[in-house]
């Protein structure tokens, strides 16, 4: 997942999920689903520069949320805590 490109973030809030949407390495469309949406934090700040690429991703699960941190190559860490996250496989 590291290089992903990030396209798009599309919130539904009367269903309360999230949808992002990627272009993986070889340029393929990849989503990832959350259901049962409780926070998101989406920061813009560039302190490593302008970039749209994935460094590293990082689910939790426990037993009442998953929370998803998704750290872009720019620095910022985009937080998603939910009732289901579906990763691509």
């Known amino acids: 997942m590291h290089d992903w490109t990030l396209v798009t973030m ?3 809030w009367e269903e309360s999920s999230f ?3 990627f272009l993986n390495n070889k340029s393929c469309p990849v989503d990832i689903i959350c259901q049962g949406i409780k926070f998101i934090n989406i920061p ?4 490593w520069g302008e970039s749209i690429s994935v460094n590293t991703f990082n689910l939790k699960d426990d037993t009442t949320f998953k929370k998803l941190e998704i750290e ?3 620095g910022d860490v985009i937080t998603i805590i939910a009732n289901d996250i579906v990763m691509p496989k």
């Open 10 to 12: 599309i919130l539904d």
């Open 72 to 74: 872009m190559q720019s």
């Open 44 to 47: 813009k700040w560039d302190k």
């Open 19 to 21: 949808l992002i949407k």
